[in-house]
């Protein structure tokens, strides 16, 4: 059950015309009263007339108008949808009505028992919702006392849901970016997008903050995404600020309408963005940037199971920001499953702990290595080995928060493991067969079984009933011809990491091995290199960065 507050001034005339009337574009429906301060209250009704809406309002009004203008606050209305889940049951009209009475309690405009508190109605005009409209002026005189209201209708409706059956919410710590409200959703469904403009806005400005080495990068990725750009400069010339605005979203003058970047979200501030910029290596060459990510994201992993929350803050932002950019250098049959998972985990990066955001500097970098040195056309094993530490990490995200009873951050780090899940199966399913096709002869197979019972005894077993096993085989096979022994190997792999709590053992250790075998056979090309005194080859070149545009729905 989601509650959305609003306050305003003027009087409820307009209001209550909004209420009773058809809406934007018809969606209000058998439009009528399910409550009000005194139970009798008049009803205007689905078909409501001039005259009643006028009787309505000023009745509502009556406590602000009988103060002198003077004395009359600066807010004299107070506005609260209530809506419940898609999967919620319908409730009956007396069922919003207890609803709305304790929502008007907890948020201090009608106390319970209070006959002078302030004077309230609550319509339904649609199955799934009612609206509350409110005056702030109590009925003696003085003005609702409401500190916190939001805090408090949101602590409400959690009681609300339990008590009803309702789909149960998790309370926020007050760190979410501001949801897009019923007309933004409105809006987007009538010019035929998928997503409001806020939404698309705030997905377009984290990439870019991602994507982006420099401030000026991150303005010049900005305005290549085809979002209107307004920087915001104070009379030195400095910037101190800047607003977004999506070239479709205008107002009934026809100008565009802009968000702050706080208001997208509070981590998408110029000064947040400023101190992410700051908090990272420089640009480090690498012949593979994916494993360099996966060693990065190892690091992760450590600080999260230590008590370091600071540091453990600073790589979960980190991390939402490796999402962002593998988004771009993944092979396509994978982008939109990373896309949803980058969107989940935005929420998980975000607490009411202070981040130490210098700890985590270089996955930072690792996570924009990805889109400037990285290729699109490899076969996804680079890709495959840093999925299998993401879902690590996504799983030891979910267990920080859970410990921490931060509820919506764990919600949100489970959501985005599904989809890591199914972006793992996209890219790893056709490498891993493939490998078994490869596998080595028997006689080698009996080799390297001997090698695993005598390296990790305590789960040979498992991995050789695991369907990965073949791939296992060959991975040791090409591990073995780069030099290593296939008892150390195996030994080493196992050591990275417990292996109780992998699915499939055998999977866990070839990309662990993959990505070591990788890093042996970079440092023997560079010794050779630095032997013979030939150029290193040209990396490639950059991937391009325009930030995709969010699909639209045909009309």
């Known amino acids: 059950?989601?509650?959305?507050?609003?306050?305003?001034?003027?009087?409820?005339?307009?209001?209550?015309?909004?209420?009773?009337?058809?809406?934007?574009?018809?969606?209000?429906?058998?439009?009528?009263?399910?409550?009000?301060?005194?139970?009798?209250?008049?009803?205007?009704?689905?078909?409501?007339?001039?005259?009643?809406?006028?009787k309505l309002a000023a009745q509502l009004d009556l406590p602000v108008n009988a103060l002198p203008p003077g004395q009359?606050?600066?807010?004299?209305?107070?506005?609260?949808?209530?809506?419940?889940?898609?999967?919620?049951?319908?409730?009956?009209?007396?069922?919003?009505?207890?609803?709305?009475?304790?929502?008007?309690?907890?948020?201090?405009?009608?106390?319970?028992?209070?006959?002078?508190?302030?004077?309230?109605?609550?319509?339904?005009?649609?199955?799934?919702?009612?609206?509350?409209?409110?005056?702030?002026?109590?009925?003696?005189?003085?003005?609702?006392?409401?500190?916190?209201?939001?805090?408090?209708?949101q602590a409400a409706c959690r009681t609300i849901e339990e008590d009803y059956g309702l789909r149960q919410l998790?309370?926020?710590?007050?760190?979410?970016?501001?949801?897009?409200?019923?007309?933004?959703?409105?809006?987007?469904e009538r010019l035929g997008r998928t997503r409001p403009a806020r939404d698309e806005l705030r997905e377009a400005v984290r990439q870019a903050k991602a994507a982006a080495r420099d401030e000026a990068q991150f303005f010049t990725l900005l305005e290549g995404t085809g979002m209107k750009v307004k920087p915001r400069q104070a009379p030195s010339g400095d910037i101190t600020g800047y607003s977004v605005a999506h070239p479709s979203d205008i107002n009934a003058a026809g100008e565009p309408i802009y968000y702050s970047g706080s208001?997208?979200?509070p981590d998408l501030s110029l000064p947040?963005?400023?101190?992410?910029?700051a908090a990272q290596d420089k640009p480090a060459p690498t012949d593979n940037p994916w494993h360099a990510a996966a060693d990065a994201a190892r690091h992760a992993l450590a600080v999260l199971d230590s008590d370091d929350d600071a540091g453990a803050q600073a790589h979960l932002a980190a991390f939402g920001e490796l999402l962002d950019t593998t988004t771009f250098a993944a092979p396509s049959v994978s982008k939109a499953e990373l896309r949803a998972a980058a969107a989940a985990f935005h929420?998980?990066?975000?607490?009411?702990?202070?981040?130490?955001?210098?700890?985590?500097?270089?996955?930072?970098?690792?996570?924009?290595?990805?889109?400037?040195t990285a290729t699109s056309g490899q076969d996804g094993t680079g890709l495959a080995v840093l999925l299998s530490v993401a879902i690590l990490i996504t799983r030891a995200a979910m267990h920080w928060h859970l410990v921490r009873d931060h509820q919506q951050q764990q919600a949100a780090a489970q959501q985005t493991l599904t989809h890591l899940r199914a972006a793992?199966?996209?890219?790893?399913?056709?490498?891993?067969?493939?490998?078994?096709?490869?596998?080595?002869?028997?006689?080698?197979?009996?080799?390297?079984?001997?090698?695993?019972r005598q390296a990790i005894p305590e789960h040979a077993d498992r991995i050789l009933a695991d369907p990965a096993?073949?791939?296992?085989?060959?991975?040791?096979?090409?591990?073995?011809?780069?030099?290593?022994?296939?008892?150390?190997?195996?030994?080493?792999?196992?050591?990275?990491?417990?292996?109780?709590?992998?699915?499939?053992?055998?999977?866990?250790?070839?990309?662990?091995?993959?990505?070591?075998?990788?890093k042996r056979q970079q440092a023997a090309t560079a010794r050779s290199t630095s032997t013979t005194g030939q150029a290193p080859t040209t990396p490639p070149a950059p991937l391009q960065v325009p930030i995709p545009p969010s699909p639209q729905r045909r009309r």
Not at 121 to 132: E, F, G, L, S
Not at 170 to 182: I, L, V
Not at 272 to 277: N, P, S, T, V, Y
């Open 347 to 372: 929420r998980a990066t975000r607490s009411t702990i202070r981040a130490d955001h210098q700890q985590a500097a270089a996955l930072r970098r690792a996570a924009k290595d990805l889109i400037y």
């Open 263 to 265: 208001k997208l979200s």
């Open 1 to 54: 059950m989601i509650p959305h507050i609003t306050t305003g001034s003027g009087g409820t005339q307009r209001l209550v015309h909004y209420l009773f009337g058809p809406g934007e574009h018809n969606e209000h429906t058998d439009q009528h009263l399910v409550a009000s301060w005194n139970g009798f209250a008049p009803d205007p009704g689905p078909q409501p007339d001039p005259a009643t809406e006028a």
């Open 469 to 518: 096993w073949p791939a296992l085989t060959a991975t040791l096979a090409q591990a073995e011809k780069a030099g290593g022994n296939p008892h150390r190997v195996l030994r080493d792999a196992a050591e990275l990491r417990e292996l109780v709590t992998a699915q499939s053992p055998a999977e866990v250790l070839h990309w662990r091995i993959t990505a070591t075998t990788s």
């Open 424 to 452: 793992y199966e996209q890219t790893a399913r056709p490498v891993l067969t493939a490998l078994a096709r490869s596998a080595p002869r028997p006689d080698a197979t009996r080799r390297y079984e001997a090698a695993l």
């Open 72 to 153: 009359r606050p600066t807010e004299t209305n107070w506005h609260c949808s209530v809506r419940t889940a898609p999967t919620d049951r319908l409730l009956t009209d007396d069922e919003w009505a207890d609803i709305a009475r304790r929502v008007v309690a907890a948020a201090g405009i009608a106390p319970d028992g209070d006959t002078k508190a302030c004077r309230w109605i609550a319509v339904r005009h649609a199955p799934d919702h009612i609206h509350i409209a409110a005056t702030l002026v109590r009925q003696d005189g003085r003005v609702a006392r409401r500190n916190y209201d939001r805090k408090a209708v």
């Open 170 to 188: 998790h309370p926020g710590d007050g760190t979410a970016p501001q949801r897009a409200t019923s007309p933004e959703h409105f809006k987007a």
């Open 272 to 277: 947040e963005i400023r101190k992410h910029l």
